[in-house]
């Protein structure tokens, strides 16, 4: 079954705490793309990455690193977690063209306390 | 830049009755345009997409969506709506004309939830 798949899908963290999200598709797609989610301001991109090694800031970049080592993987690292990224995190991956639609993952609801 | 606006945070309909999820766009050059569903717990998922052509997009579970490039806007439609479509939908856009890896950019609206009453 073709799917975006990110672990974990609950994680409850605290402050300065590095942690990883990790995501992965089985598609072949060369696009990925992190947004995140929050109430009335929709989904923002975090980065995205149009193929290995090929990464690139969306919106809100600040506080996130990604890396782009396999086609398939597309990690999201925060080093220092702070309380105003507990969010709703969504990876995404597409063929690398611009009319392409989207695939997303189930989301990762992370906490900072 | 480019930004994408849903003016309204909530549309109520009934069941039966026609339903329109409004959109509008900004972007330097030409549109690409999508609209996403999402279901409570779950991801986004793709539900049509304007590239060129035809200013009235088919799309899944029978919505459709009518471009307009003077009003710059794309709503979303359905004829009669189900309660099985409440949900949150989002409108999406990419600059078709960014130079390099820049339409690596795809900007989302705020999303509006659609509740559909029996």
């Known amino acids: 079954e073709a799917q975006v798949t990110q672990n974990p899908r609950y994680l409850i963290t605290v402050t300065g705490k590095k942690l990883t999200v990790t995501c992965s598709q089985n598609?072949?797609?060369?696009?990925m793309s992190w947004y995140r989610q929050d109430p009335g301001l929709g989904l923002r991109q975090i980065y995205y990455?149009?193929?290995?090694?090929?990464?690139d800031k969306g919106d809100v970049p600040e506080g996130y690193k990604v890396s782009r080592k396999e086609k398939r993987n597309f990690p999201l690292i925060l080093e220092s977690p702070s309380p105003n990224q507990t969010s709703l995190y969504f990876c995404a991956s597409s063929l690398a063209r611009p009319n392409s639609p989207l695939h997303f993952g189930n989301g990762t609801r992370l906490t900072v306390t | 830049a480019q930004s994408v606006a849903q003016p309204e945070d909530q549309v109520n309909v009934a069941e039966g009755n026609p339903l329109t999820v409004k959109c509008t766009y900004s972007v330097s050059g030409n549109p690409y345009l999508f609209w996403y569903v999402q279901y409570p717990n779950r991801g986004l998922q793709f539900l049509l997409k304007?590239?060129?052509?035809?200013?009235l997009v088919k799309g899944s579970y029978g919505f459709e969506a009518e471009f307009n490039k003077s009003q710059t806007s794309f709503h979303l439609k359905k004829p009669s709506a189900l309660v099985s479509d409440s949900a949150l939908y989002f409108c999406?856009?990419?600059?078709?004309?960014?130079?390099?890896?820049?339409?690596?950019?795809?900007?989302f609206g705020q999303g509006t939830i659609l509740t559909v009453h029996p």
């Open positions: 990455s149009m193929n290995v090694e090929v990464t």
């Open positions: 304007y590239i060129t052509g035809d200013n």
């Open positions: 999406a856009v990419r600059d078709a004309y960014a130079g390099g890896t820049s339409y690596g950019k795809l900007t």
């Open positions: 598609m072949n797609h060369e696009y």
